[in-house]
């Protein structure tokens, strides 16, 4: 029987996320969850490492996905 996956309540390192950027559309992976001097930021990049270019974005502005198992934006 197929086990049933877990709805996600907070961003973890390795999940993925759908970032809108300039009209397009581009999967990133988080790669930090924990920003300095914010709880409500996450750090997302094209690789997944903690210090290459990527985008800072808020947690808020996200939920989990179960169909396509991704974080996406809420509107």
Do not use: C
Request: charged share 30%.
């Amino acid at each position: 029987m197929k086990e049933k996956r877990e709805a996600r309540g907070a961003m973890q390192v390795g999940d993925r996320i759908l970032i809108n950027k300039g009209g397009g559309k581009q999967v990133y992976k988080v790669a930090r969850v924990e920003i300095p001097h914010s709880t409500e930021r996450a750090f997302a990049s094209r690789s997944g490492g903690d210090f290459t270019i990527g985008f800072k974005v808020w947690k808020s502005d996200y939920v989990w996905s179960e169909k396509s198992q991704m974080w996406v934006p809420k509107n």
